[in-house]
């Protein structure tokens, strides 16, 4: 019975599937991508935070964006990268540990979402009444709009892996690259209807909401350009807006690529490429497309590239 309980305890996870040819240049890959997440976000968190000039609104809700990207990075690539040279059949994991990685991963996809909707509020007041900008975005008002963020994600993605955790289980291994809420749910052989409702109504709701929020704010902000005649104002919000809408579009692609697929058995692979895929892409474009427009980022990168260039001359 012991042995039983332990084996039930102790799952066996597919993880990346790579030849053994590919593994080390997956691993090289993978790792090099996860420190320019890492260096990336935390760097920009960092010179926010530094820059009395970026103490505003605008930047100190992208910080949220930068910690969530962090923190969705480090919940699912490290545990990639430390089972790509361990044989498929030797990939084990902890139930507990399976639990609270399928809660992290799916954590950093909620939170995504809602931040994405703060900062479009944040640029719908910044355009739309740019007078009352300052009283209505207070310090107050942006600490309370980023806790809502985190709060209301933790609190949708507690219930939907609480769900999964209350079941039995009966199976042990773990069909996908890393521990989500579905392959928890999948490791039991009870009814699982309420899982597959609530996962799908949480979806909905959070997709719903950001794209309703996201595309009426820009329909009004498109109708406040167009009655302007203010050049300024104009590429202001064309510069902020283009930024942020192509942070959500990448959000959007990248979620809705995993959901397609589940819908074709046979792509099973790619599915399971486009899930690692999610915790890649968006962490590491959204420190480049939101770090360019920053003023003082781009000034920061062109001293350093004059001091690399200064260095190598002087080496000549």
Not at 82 to 100: H, K
Not at 142 to 148: A, E, Q
Not at 199 to 225: D, E, F, K, N, P
Not at 287 to 314: C, D, H, P
Request: proline residues 3%; charged residues 15%; glycine residues 2%.
């Amino acid at each position: 019975m012991e042995n039983q309980t332990f084996n039930m305890d102790v799952l066996q996870l597919e993880g990346l599937k790579v030849s053994p040819q590919s593994s080390i240049p997956t691993f090289v890959l993978l790792l090099l991508i996860y420190i320019f997440i890492m260096v990336s976000n935390i760097g920009l968190v960092v010179l926010i935070l530094m820059e009395r000039s970026l103490h505003e609104p605008m930047y100190l809700l992208f910080c949220n964006m930068s910690v969530n990207d962090a923190f969705g990075a480090t919940a699912v690539i490290p545990r990639v990268l430390s089972d790509v040279f361990i044989p498929n059949t030797d990939r084990y994991i902890r139930y507990i540990d399976c639990a609270i990685q399928a809660f992290c991963a799916h954590f950093h996809g909620g939170t995504s979402h809602t931040v994405l909707i703060i900062m479009a509020f944040d640029r719908y007041v910044a355009i739309c009444n740019p007078l009352r900008y300052a009283s209505i975005m207070t310090n107050r008002l942006v600490v309370t709009l980023s806790l809502s963020a985190w709060a209301v994600a933790f609190l949708m993605i507690s219930v939907s892996v609480g769900l999964s955790v209350r079941l039995s289980r009966c199976r042990r291994v773990v069909l996908n690259p890393f521990c989500d809420n579905a392959s928890l749910f999948k490791l039991s052989c009870e009814n699982v209807i309420i899982n597959h409702i609530y996962g799908l109504i949480s979806a909905m709701v959070t997709m719903s909401a950001s794209l309703c929020s996201v595309s009426l704010t820009y329909l009004r902000i498109v109708m406040v350009c167009l009655s302007s005649k203010n050049k300024a104002l104009n590429s202001k919000a064309l510069q902020t807006c283009a930024t942020h809408l192509a942070v959500y579009i990448i959000l959007l692609m990248s979620g809705n690529i995993i959901i397609i697929l589940h819908r074709f058995p046979h792509l099973s692979d790619h599915r399971k490429l486009a899930s690692i895929l999610f915790h890649v892409v968006p962490p590491s474009m959204n420190a480049v497309i939101y770090g360019l427009q920053i003023k003082a980022v781009r000034e920061k990168l062109l001293i350093v590239f004059n001091r690399n260039k200064m260095t190598v001359s002087e080496v000549k």
